[in-house]
């Protein structure tokens, strides 16, 4: 849509037609909100989240993520179309495809999760992501290796979502979940869209080849970090209280 929008219509009416959607959404949220319960406000602090040792490494974990996704995200229909020689359109769909293959991918991330436990789900889709930017770069095929990449990274990149919330419900009391949830999400899409001028700079001064070999740096990173993730299947509200 973004596309066919900015094609016909100029590039501005694309951003005035998602941010007239986001104004009604937010709308519609602000009423619903006023009709839901009043909750109790808690005075958690964010170093009283810091207390949580484990809670370190999954921020570290969401930087790493937030490195690669942030970054295919911005560059992914460009590489396509200087790297790949495929059209615009068809760029632009690919990554409409991916979200597509997510949509599944959140049930299955979740219904895993519960099955096998987080820690597992996020290793086997940090694994996912790595072999999906492989496959991208170095098959010889290109179209085959766009289509394996658009599977392989829209299930991995959307299960690991459903996974990484529960673990972070397992390792903190509910009383903060707001505020861990919070940091998490800074961490994840707030210092890791430095990547995207990190990218930036490296597809500007060596070609995007180079910047989509440095974001599987990333991807790779992220797979190491969560095979020493906290391996929670069960929570205790009673020793997370006490060790805060």
């Known amino acids: 849509i973004a ?12 951003f005035i037609l998602f941010g007239a ?17 009043n909750k109790t406000v808690s005075n958690i602090k964010f170093r009283d989240a ?5 809670l370190w490494i999954i921020l ?13 995200e911005f560059f992914f229909p460009t590489y396509l179309r200087v790297a790949k020689g495929i059209d615009p359109m068809w760029a632009s769909m690919a990554y409409t495809l991916i979200l597509a293959f997510g949509v599944p991918a959140q049930w299955l991330g979740g219904k895993t999760s519960d099955l096998f436990g987080s820690k597992k789900v996020l ?16 098959l010889p095929i290109s179209l085959l290796g766009v289509a394996l990449f658009i599977v392989f990274y829209g299930i991995s990149l959307n299960a690991y979502q459903p996974a990484l919330t529960s673990l972070i419900g397992l ?23 430095i990547s995207q001028s990190i990218a930036g700079y490296c597809a500007d001064n060596y070609g995007l080849e180079s910047a989509f070999r440095l974001l599987t740096v990333f991807a790779l990173t992220a797979l190491v970090i969560s095979l ?17």
């Open 3 to 14: 596309w066919f929008v900015g094609s016909y219509f100029g590039w501005q009416f694309a």
């Open 21 to 37: 959607f986001c104004v009604i959404l937010a709308v519609l949220l602000a009423k619903s909100m006023k009709k839901s319960e």
């Open 50 to 54: 810091l207390k949580i040792s484990e």
């Open 60 to 72: 570290v974990f969401g930087i790493a993520s937030g490195f690669f996704n942030k970054g295919v």
């Open 123 to 138: 290793m086997a889709t940090s694994l996912g992501v790595v072999l999906s930017t492989f496959t991208l770069q170095f």
């Open 171 to 193: 390792i903190c009391p509910e009383i903060m979940r707001g505020t861990v949830y919070g940091m998490f999400f800074f961490a994840a899409f707030g210092i890791g869209s």
């Open 228 to 244: 020493v993730l906290p391996k929670k299947r069960e929570i205790d509200q009673e020793a997370l209280l006490f060790k805060c």
